[in-house]
T-cell receptor, first 114, second 109 residues
Framework: GAGVSQSPSNKVTEKGKDVELRCDPISGHTALYWYRQSLGQGLEFLIY????????KSGLPSDRFSAERTGGSVSTLTIQRTQQEDSAVYLC????????????FGQGTRLTVV | GQNIDQPTEMTATEGAIVQINCTYQ??????LFWYQQHAGEAPTFLSYNVLDGLEEKGRFSSFLSRSKGYSYLLLKELQMKDSASYLCAVFDSNYQLIWGAGTKLIIKP
């Protein structure tokens, strides 16, 4: 596609349920980032994939969070046993490694845990 | 650790000029970005600096000093639609993006 695509755009889930968020980056982009943003707050780094290298998972807030990237393209962020504090907008971005080009963001998934 | 600092909030008047500063300490440097984010929307790209100096793009300009770990975004002829958060981000040595918390810019008539 022409841009970064995220699905679903909105997700309401009950506390304790698992959720999967999907990111489809721009074709050919080797770098993929997941961020979380609470209302009025800055971007909170979660995980960074770069090509075939081991992902940087240092931002994942707990072991309930995991992410994978299949075939160097689509990525899935999974949150197990969701808690109310997980409610936020989850943003995905992709870029071409090598600098000089910006990261392009998807429109995000607004997750609400009730 | 890696750190990017920018003011939390700034207020300016429509038609005026405002400068938003950003200082960074990162493991390596491969370029600095400025993004604009309107409430409820994803960030959008504004500018990129990798060499020292000023990059001008219409009403917006961005400056970089690598020796000082410092950048600023200059917005001229402010319009009400410029009310947004402005995010500073740096590519570190691994080309991972390190983000500041953003500066909320409020434009008053």
């Amino acid at each position: 596609g022409a841009g970064v695509s995220q699905s679903p755009s909105n997700k309401v889930t009950e506390k304790g349920k698992d959720v999967e968020l999907r990111c489809d980056p721009i074709s050919g982009h080797t770098a993929l980032y997941w961020y979380r943003q609470s209302l009025g707050q800055g971007l909170e780094f979660l995980i960074y994939f770069q090509g075939n290298s081991a992902p940087d998972k240092s931002g994942l807030p707990s072991d309930r969070f995991s992410a994978e990237r299949t075939g160097g393209s689509v990525s899935t962020l999974t949150i197990q046993r969701t808690q109310q504090e997980d409610s936020a907008v989850y943003l995905c971005a992709s870029s071409v490694k090598g600098g000089g080009t910006e990261a392009f963001f998807g429109q995000g998934t607004r997750l609400t845990v009730v | 650790g890696q750190n990017i600092d920018q003011p939390t909030e700034m207020t300016a008047t429509e038609g005026a000029i405002v400068q938003i500063n950003c200082t960074y300490q990162t493991s390596g440097f491969n370029g600095l970005f400025w993004y604009q984010q309107h409430a409820g929307e994803a960030p959008t790209f504004l500018s990129y600096n990798v060499l020292d100096g000023l990059e001008e793009k219409g009403r917006f300009s961005s400056f970089l000093s690598r020796s000082k770990g410092y950048s600023y975004l200059l917005l001229k002829e402010l319009q009400m639609k410029d009310s947004a958060s402005y995010l500073c981000a740096v590519f570190d040595s691994n080309y991972q993006l390190i983000w500041g918390a953003g500066t909320k810019l409020i434009i008053k008539p």
